[in-house]
């Protein structure tokens, strides 16, 4: 069995990476972030998601963002938005994977650990430049540049295994897997309990994923409907 080093944010997605990387045989080391997000709740579903999975180790490192701001999710002077929008929206944290993965690749050398896995997306998702194929494939030749390890011959793989499926596709692929979504938190503005404003745009994408999928969603909304 070898070990990876998993993103765990507590959301949907990063869930269905580290039920992957496990069904994979990986030893899973899971790396959640405090950055000051507006939706702190996603920290406590991390861990729990953590728990469920049988990840070995799970760690909280913290890194301010709301120092910079710029998001609305590190700025509460910036409101999520709560209608479709065009363009790259204001949920968009500057820097934020760049940040996560440089964290994830030192303790992935820290391990001697050869294996990241992120749960970006390219299809159902907010328009972000920091989940598309051309930054994964970046980053990994970044990484196999910049360490030790590397240079020792001991080369890095990114995975982003859910980088071209539909939100729904990934429903269904974690549902097989047996990942209980009810622990997850994707919401941009969740209350401190978990709980689901359901008009946000991550939301959104959520709900019509489980729609489409035709499973039962079993996210706690604070708004009925």
Not at 74 to 89: H, L, S
Not at 93 to 99: E, F, G, K, Q, Y
Request: with cysteine; aromatic share 8%.
């Amino acid at each position: 069995m070898k070990n990876a080093v998993v993103l765990l944010s507590g959301g949907l997605d990063s869930a269905t990476v580290m039920a992957m990387a496990k069904q994979q045989g990986y030893i899973c080391h899971a790396l959640s972030v405090d950055y000051g997000q507006r939706h702190y709740a996603e920290l406590a579903a991390a861990e729990h998601v953590a728990q469920a999975l049988g990840a070995i180790e799970q760690r909280v490192i913290s890194v301010d963002l709301t120092g910079f701001g710029g998001s609305a999710l590190t700025d509460k002077r910036i409101a999520v938005p709560e209608q479709t929008t065009t363009g790259i929206p204001l949920t968009y944290v500057p820097a934020r994977n760049t940040i996560m993965l440089s964290l994830a690749l030192a303790w992935a050398e820290v391990l001697q650990v050869q294996d990241i896995f992120i749960g970006v997306n390219a299809v159902d998702f907010s328009g972000y430049p920091d989940c598309r194929p051309e930054y994964i494939a970046a980053f990994e030749s970044m990484a196999n540049l910049a360490t030790k390890a590397a240079v020792e011959g001991k080369f890095l793989t990114l995975h982003a295994p859910l980088l071209r499926l539909s939100k729904a596709d990934i429903v269904k692929l974690g549902t097989g897997l047996g990942v209980d979504y009810s622990l997850t938190v994707s919401c941009y503005q969740a209350d401190s309990d978990g709980r689901a404003c359901a008009v946000c745009d991550s939301c959104q994408l959520r709900r019509a994923g489980f729609k489409t999928a035709g499973i039962v969603d079993p996210t706690r909304y604070r708004i009925a409907g």
